[in-house]
């Protein structure tokens, strides 16, 4: 019987850039509160966020995965045409198909490459970071863009105490390529699916379609999240799994340069950093501060700032974790370009 040919890729592969678009407009926690019942002083003591970014009307996931994405290609002395593949993590691309990676490969002259998306939420970045090893090792891609992208302000509803506060917009991306040397870890990932009504959108659009055409005005369908719960599943088991990922990759907490988790909330980042015994020396990502949760887009927009912001050396060690709807997680240890 004919055997089937096979092909393997690079040995190792590693971020060679990072790139991000944060939106022009920045929103305090004073304007949030012209309509929703809470105070900048709550916001900030329960969350630690000062500021977030909204996009402009009209701006779309696409436009803010754009630039992310032009920015990483260059810096890493890349062009576009020598992208294999792009992956996008979204969350609110809202449109079903073309995908926002292949309307994005599109608009950076990247019309060559495969492209697709990724839905996992918080999780996004992570998971892609995964998959994008897997690509260049597996010989499917040598280049992989990787932007993690949501625009939340099409999602949430500005009156919801549970969850208005915390979110913002923005596009964080990487490009992951061939390495002599390790430059990923083993990822550690999986869910919580039982759980999923966590965190879930109130309705489906065609639910919402139906509503309309039956004469009814409903609400738009929002996002809406148990906090607390969330915030408990995060601070005892996300501390867990950014745990196996240092001991998958075998590296020691005091060896990391950054550690870069999800930024969801200030105490979330502080609690986990404090269960997983982070050394001073070691910087700890607070992007969230002025940048909220941008989903998919905060572990990338938090990596882009302490690599350009020259916090950490190149080559240094950083852990990654993400974390979310579905339930769904992944962490890893990665090399800073
Ligand atoms: C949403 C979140 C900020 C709420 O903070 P919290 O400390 O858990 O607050 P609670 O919901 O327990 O409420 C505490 C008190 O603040 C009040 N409160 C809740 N939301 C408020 C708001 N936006 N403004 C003012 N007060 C608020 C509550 O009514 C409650 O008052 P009480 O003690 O008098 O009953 C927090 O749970 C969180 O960040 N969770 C994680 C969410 C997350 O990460 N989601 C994304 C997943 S990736």
Not at 228 to 238: E, G, H, L, T
Request: glycine residues 10%.
């Amino acid at each position: 019987m004919t055997r089937i040919g096979s092909r393997r890729g690079a040995e190792y592969a590693r971020i060679l850039a990072t790139g991000a678009r944060r939106p022009d407009r920045i929103v305090t926690n004073d304007e949030i509160c012209e309509v929703l019942d809470s105070s900048d002083q709550w916001i900030r003591e329960r969350t630690g966020i000062i500021t977030r970014r909204f996009a402009a009307p009209g701006e779309t996931v696409v436009d803010l995965a754009a630039p992310a994405a032009q920015q990483a290609i260059e810096r890493a002395g890349l062009a576009p045409a020598d992208v294999d593949a792009v992956l996008v993590a979204t969350s609110t691309h809202m449109v079903s198909m073309p995908s926002a990676a292949a309307l994005t490969a599109a608009r950076i002259g990247a019309g060559q490459a495969t492209t697709f998306d990724l839905s996992t939420a918080c999780a996004g970045f992570t998971h892609g970071v995964a998959v994008a090893n897997d690509l260049i090792r597996g010989g499917s891609a040598r280049h992989v863009l990787l932007v993690g992208v949501d625009r939340m302000t099409d999602v949430i509803d500005p009156r919801d105490r549970g969850s208005a506060m915390i979110f913002g917009d923005g596009a964080g991306a990487a490009v992951i390529g061939p390495s002599d040397t390790p430059g990923i870890g083993p990822t550690i990932w999986g869910g919580d699916a039982d759980q999923w009504e966590a965190l879930y959108q109130t309705a489906s659009w065609t639910e919402y379609r139906d509503a309309v055409q039956a004469g009814g005005e409903p609400d738009w369908p929002v996002l809406t999240m148990m906090g607390p719960k969330i915030f408990r599943w995060a601070v005892w088991q996300m501390a867990d799994v950014a745990r196996k990922a240092l001991e998958a990759a075998e590296v020691d907490v005091a060896d990391l340069a950054a550690f870069v988790p999800h930024q969801a909330n200030i105490r979330i980042i502080d609690q986990m950093a404090k269960q997983l015994k982070v050394p001073e020396h070691v910087v700890v990502a607070r992007d969230v501060v002025d940048a909220g949760n941008t989903t998919a887009g905060s572990i990338p927009l938090a990596l882009d700032r302490v690599v350009t912001e020259g916090q950490v050396p190149s080559g240094g060690l950083a852990l990654l974790i993400g974390f979310g709807a579905g339930l769904s997680y992944s962490a890893q240890v990665v090399a800073l370009p």
